[in-house]
């Protein structure tokens, strides 16, 4: 069973917790010719960027993705002060000889307001811990990713009838197209007779002549090919949708399709078939606003 197409937009988000670490991860994607990762984290994870950009290519294949990461440490692990007894000896031997000299003596809180006097240690974290910890949060990226991708694919699941519908109707067209056609050469040389009678309707050889300028007309008008073509492309989007990621071969083939579409209103010979091929091009306008939002 062939696998579903997948939109372009989408969410996703996963949450994780180790070692005093709390973090949260969002996924994002809008449409984009191609992929685009976009990598906002905490300092001091220097892999974390490479390691979430590898996963998002390993997942998908078109977009503009945004991945953001809120780590923190948890609250009440803060060091606990302590007295550096050296500098208030210091400060304490200074005050006494000032004191022997007639100078108020220091209080306690002043002695522990001196600078130096109260020191918070730094906390030196584990390497090891660090990179446990860089670790889980790059799993869970993952997560956030995976989650992303399937908000992805339920989008793709939403775009794929309406995409068949668009096709149906231009295949329902091109069908119109080929009935209409087969009476251009008719049309064609039925113009050409009155013309021509009306302007020289006593000229010798009219009727053969007649004949050859309509025959080259017809050729001129000859939509065949184009309407050949159309049906092939139509072909070609139905397979597509089957061979999920299409959405670069499927925006290649609006193109296509507007080409055909706009040889044959170029073509035509009569209103109706006009009508026809710019009812052709309206649905293919469609159809491809709704291609740019396939992976």
Not at 106 to 130: M, N, T, W, Y
Not at 179 to 207: K, M, N
Not at 214 to 229: I, W
Request: aromatic share 4%.
């Amino acid at each position: 069973m062939s696998a579903p197409i997948s939109g372009m937009t989408g969410f996703g988000r996963a949450d994780g917790a180790l070692d005093g670490w709390t973090w949260t991860v969002e996924a994002r994607s809008v449409n984009g010719r191609s992929l685009e990762v976009r990598y906002r984290g905490p300092g001091g994870f220097e892999h974390l960027e490479r390691l979430a950009k590898t996963a998002a290519q390993a997942r998908l294949n078109r977009g503009q993705v945004t991945l953001g990461v809120q780590a923190k440490r948890a609250e009440g692990g803060e060091p606990a002060p302590r007295v550096n007894e050296a500098v208030l000896a210091t400060y304490l031997r200074l005050a006494n000889q000032l004191a022997e000299e007639g100078a108020v003596p220091p209080s306690a809180d002043g002695l522990l307001s001196l600078r130096g006097v109260i020191e918070v240690a730094e906390e030196v974290e584990d390497p090891k811990a660090h990179a446990a910890v860089e670790a889980a949060i790059a799993a869970t990226v993952e997560q956030a990713l995976d989650a992303l991708k399937l908000s992805r694919q339920r989008e793709g699941e939403q775009l794929t009838p309406v995409i068949h519908d668009f096709v149906g109707t231009i295949e329902t067209l091109v069908a119109r197209a080929e009935q209409e056609a087969a009476s251009q050469v008719e049309a064609i040389r039925e113009r050409f007779t009155r013309r021509i009678s009306e302007l020289a309707p006593d000229a010798p050889g009219l009727d053969e002549r007649i004949f050859l300028e309509a025959a080259a007309l017809a050729t001129k008008a000859d939509v065949r090919e184009e309407l050949d073509r159309l049906t092939a492309h139509v072909a070609s989007g139905r397979t597509l949708l089957q061979q999920p990621p299409a959405g670069r071969k499927l925006d290649f083939l609006m193109q296509e399709f507007m080409r055909e579409a706009n040889t044959l209103c170029s073509k035509s010979a009569t209103t109706p078939l006009t009508g026809i091929g710019l009812e052709l091009k309206a649905v293919i306008e469609q159809l491809r606003e709704q291609v740019q939002n396939v992976e």
